[in-house]
Structures are given as C-alpha cells and as structure tokens.
C-alpha cells in the first residue's frame, strides 16, 4: 500500500538522518525499503535522503532535498512596467481585443502611433514591443481584462467567430473565398420596447474578408432598407456578387430582387427561424453593432444622424484596424472539437490579399489608410457614442 504525500514526508524526516550515518550495506537496505514504502525511482530515493535540508542544482531544476520545501528560480522581467504601460495604451487604442488578433498587427500599428505623436517609447521598449508574442500580450493584460469584463447583461449574445453547420438555402452556388458574396441583416434599437418606430441598423458582412459596412435606418420599410443598402453597395472596395438575408419582408420584395436581377447580383435567402445560416453577419451585430451603440433606444431624426455620423468613423476602425479570425476547420480529439484558425488579419488586409479585387480599388485602400490615426478615430467615436447614450438615457426616461 502506497504511502500519501503527509506520510512520505514524514518518512522523509526520519529516515533522513539515519540513512547519511549508516554504511554503505545499510544504506543498501535503508534504500530499499525506502523505496518499496514511497514508489519514488531508486536514485531520485538516494538523492531526497543524502540531501535533505539542502539544496542542489541538476540542470535546469533545483532538487531539494527537503520535499515540504520549494523553490522557484528568479529572473528579471523582460517586458517592464514600460512595455506593460505602452502596451496598455495600444490596446485600449484598439477597443482592447485579445492577444491574438493584437499581436497580429500590433507591428504596423506602433509605427502609425509614433508618426501620429501618440505614443513615445525609447529603443529598448519599441523592439520588445514589436517582438511580443501573443501569449505574452495575454498574459500582461491578464488583470487588466479582468476589470473590463461585463457581467449580468440580459440580451441574448450570439457565439463569437461562428462557422456554419448546416448547408445554407441557395438558388446559386457561392465562392465563399472570394470577396463580393455578403450576409446583410437588421439589427433594432428599440432599448426593451418595441411600440412606435424606433431605428434600426442595417449590417452588411462579406464573407471573405470580414469586411463590414453599417448604415442606419429610420424605421425597417423597404425603401428605407434598399436605400441604404444602395448607398453601401457604392462605397465597398469590390463589385457585389451575392446578397444572402433572413426573410423579414425588408429584404424579400420586388425592388430588390429587381435590383439584383439587372446587376447580376445572386440573391439567396437563409432557411427560416435558423440564425445559423447566416452566421457570419449575425456575429458582427454583436462584436460591430452592438458593441458600439449598445442596446439604448434611438427613435429621433437627430439619433439617426448620430448613429450614421458614428457609422462613418467605425467603418474606417473596424475594416482597418480590427483584426479577424476565419475558422479553417473543426478537428475532433475523443468528446473535443477542437476549431483550427487562419492567422488573424484585419479586412483591409484581406482585401489587399485578393487576386479578385482591383488595383484601383487597392491603390484607393492604401492612400485612404496611410491616412488615418486609429487613435483619433477611437476617441471621435467615443465621444459619439458618449452623446448616443445620453440621448438614448434621456428618451428611455422620457417614455418611462
């Protein structure tokens, strides 16, 4: 019968001091019961007894001799309290994302900081933070996230980075791989109460890259839904190929059927009451939409104004700046599914990445980027989502 880790120890302790003044015969026995007793191989047995109380280095692990005692070896800290604050500054710049998606671009996104004057780091703390690796990044923001997470929401929340399981309803086969084929949807503000018209958002997702486009309506009727997504079928970097919505009669009616019809655009809809089937769009209402406007109720001329004025900038910071993960494929390990993803890019990168898209469309891309500030267009778009929630607090008081 093996002895517990209390009874080993105690062990320990006695036979000790027994075993370094016995003869080398003794110790011979000593060992052999001592083995038999506690099951530990033979010369890790001889070691914990000849050095117990001491300590002693074997490689890279220091054995002590004394079980009931351990020791860590200390080295210093590579990534200081500069790395950690300049990395701080960096990823609240970037709506704090996690440490994959941040390492993949936090390399371009230093440089536009320190040409902008937002960030000032010296030699030694710019080539860590150009070399840190993901599980680092995660691992010092680790205390830091914690604070951010959001707890007791009541709304429903749709699983992020989500790849269809079942075979979505089409009248045409789609290249998922090529930009131009996109899942369109209506996400509401109407804060908990549905009565009256309220507004609502309208979420365009190309299914390539990830690029997103928002617009906002003043209520869900067709012209006003055909309208937007006229406007945003203009300002997307590639040709449309393929519409794909749920079946809200927003979407399923003659003008833009007609519409599709004389652009040689394929238009499918997803099977009823199966949010799956458009799964794509369905995790940007919440990681885009929703996490910029939040859940307030907007139902004025001057919130709609807002909500599109704040559409402007997050289109810029979300297809820039914000990098996404495409799920590759699902490995099972035994009861596990185990989700393989392709190295986080951010859409505009995506785009630039295509063999589909046009160079003029490319050349356009790049001089708009070389452009922005991702920290300026961060804190115009909390100041708008500042003035959103005000008037958003003050209608809902108002009704209530």
Not at 186 to 200: R, T, W
Request: aromatic letters at 8%; one cysteine or more; hydrophobic letters at 35%.
């Amino acid at each position: 019968m093996r002895l517990t880790m209390r009874e080993k120890k105690a062990l320990v302790k006695a036979t000790a001091s027994r075993y370094r003044r016995s003869s080398k015969r003794a110790k011979k026995k000593i060992l052999d019961e001592f083995v038999e007793c506690t099951g530990y191989n033979r010369n890790y047995a001889s070691l914990v007894l000849s050095k117990y109380g001491k300590g002693v280095w074997n490689g890279k692990l220091r054995i002590v001799g004394d079980i009931t005692e351990t020791h860590r070896r200390r080295r210093e800290r590579y990534y200081d309290d500069k790395v950690v604050a300049a990395l701080r500054k960096v990823w609240a710049i970037l709506d704090w994302i996690c440490g994959k998606r941040l390492a993949a671009v936090i390399r371009e996104v230093v440089p536009i900081l320190e040409r902008a004057g937002e960030i000032r780091l010296d030699r030694q703390t710019r080539e860590k933070m150009l070399r840190i690796s993901a599980a680092s990044i995660d691992r010092l923001l680790a205390s830091d996230r914690k604070k951010l997470q959001i707890k007791g929401r009541s709304h429903t929340k749709p699983g992020s980075l989500l790849k269809s399981q079942i075979p979505i309803r089409r009248f045409d086969e789609w290249d998922e791989g090529k930009p131009g084929f996109v899942e369109v949807d209506l996400v509401g503000h109407d804060g908990g109460n549905s009565s009256g018209e309220f507004c609502f958002t309208l979420n365009v997702t190309d299914i390539a890259t990830g690029w997103t486009e928002t617009r906002a309506l003043k209520n869900k009727a067709q012209v006003w839904v055909f309208k937007a997504l006229d406007h945003i079928i203009k300002i997307v970097p590639f040709a449309l190929l393929g519409i794909d919505s749920d079946n809200g009669s927003e979407f399923i009616n003659a003008h833009l059927l007609r519409y599709c019809q004389q652009h040689n655009i394929v238009f499918t809809r997803a099977r009823p009451y199966r949010k799956n089937d458009n799964c794509h769009v369905e995790e940007r209402n919440n990681s885009v939409v929703r996490r910029a406007v939040g859940y307030h109720r907007y139902d004025t001329d001057d919130q709609l104004n807002t909500l599109n004025e704040l559409y402007s900038l997050l289109r810029l910071y979300t297809n820039y700046f914000q990098p996404v993960m495409k799920l590759v494929r699902k490995e099972r390990v035994g009861s596990r599914v185990k989700k393989i993803y392709d190295k986080p890019q951010t859409p505009y990168h995506r785009v630039l990445a295509s063999p589909d898209v046009s160079d003029l469309h490319k050349k356009k891309l790049t001089s708009e980027y070389t452009r922005l500030n991702p920290a300026q267009l961060k804190r115009d778009i909390t100041a708008l989502q500042d003035k959103l929630a005000t008037s958003g607090r003050k209608s809902e008081r108002k009704r209530a």
